[in-house]
């Protein structure tokens, strides 16, 4: 059974950091591209960045590129999401998910960014 | 990038009858491979989405034969063929063919 478990979220001011963290399980983590989605409280999904399974090649959205990096690390079968300068804008539920076409999603993390 | 546009935004229906939500992309969604990278995506009222087509009309595992997907190109379709009360929730297509890669903005299914 695949397992997605996201941790690092938290309230954190403008201008500050935070990494996201997400633990897989139940599946060859190091095959996988895996994919950050995350969702503005009350709004839709909006896609964030991915990663192809051997770490070389990433993906961003417009709007977090140069501030977020995401990475993986497969000897901990674990993702991340390096999130630097954040913004109001990037309040939102972080989720994690399996491959670029999102075919299994963890439960998500909440951050919230606020002065 | 590719603009992906869903009708209708809301969708409210009679238990027990077919519904039906079209996503339209801005440009060709055919990919180099020769595979069109559209899925669906449900989210119910509380919980994390969930995949339920992939490349247009492959049912994901677990999912029940009454949502079926169709489509080329850039006009594509899901339906359900009998709604029923577990079904309400938001729906989503994504578009995973060219980054950056994007969502439509959800059609919410409601019961009348």
């Known amino acids: 059974e695949v397992q997605l478990l996201e941790s690092g979220g938290g309230l954190e001011q403008p201008g500050g950091s935070l990494r996201l963290s997400c633990e897989a399980s139940g599946f060859t983590f190091s095959s996988y591209t895996m994919t950050w989605v995350r969702q503005a409280p009350g709004k839709g999904l909006e896609w964030v960045s991915s990663i192809s399974g051997s770490g070389g090649t990433t993906y961003y959205t417009d709007s977090v590129k140069g501030r977020f990096t995401i990475s993986r690390d497969s000897s901990k079968n674990t993702l991340y999401l390096q999130m630097n300068s954040l913004r109001a804008e990037d309040t939102a539920v972080y989720y994690c998910a399996k491959g670029g076409g999102c075919y299994d999603w963890g439960q998500g993390t909440l951050v919230t960014v606020s002065s | 990038d590719i603009v992906v546009t869903q009708t209708p935004l809301s969708s409210p229906v009679t238990l027990g009858q077919p519904a039906s939500i079209s996503c339209r992309s801005s440009?060709?969604?055919?990919?180099?491979?020769?595979?069109?990278?559209l899925n669906w995506l449900q989210q119910r009222p509380g919980q994390p989405p969930r995949l339920l087509i992939y490349k247009i009309s492959n049912r994901f595992s677990g999912v029940p034969d009454r949502f079926s997907g169709s489509g080329a190109g850039t006009d594509f379709t899901l339906k359900i063929s009998r709604v029923e009360a577990e079904d309400v929730g938001v729906y989503y297509c994504?578009?995973?063919?060219?980054?950056?890669?994007?969502f439509g903005q959800g059609t919410k299914l409601e019961i009348k």
């Open positions: 440009q060709s969604l055919v990919h180099s491979d020769g595979n069109t990278y």
């Open positions: 994504l578009q995973t063919t060219q980054s950056p890669y994007s």
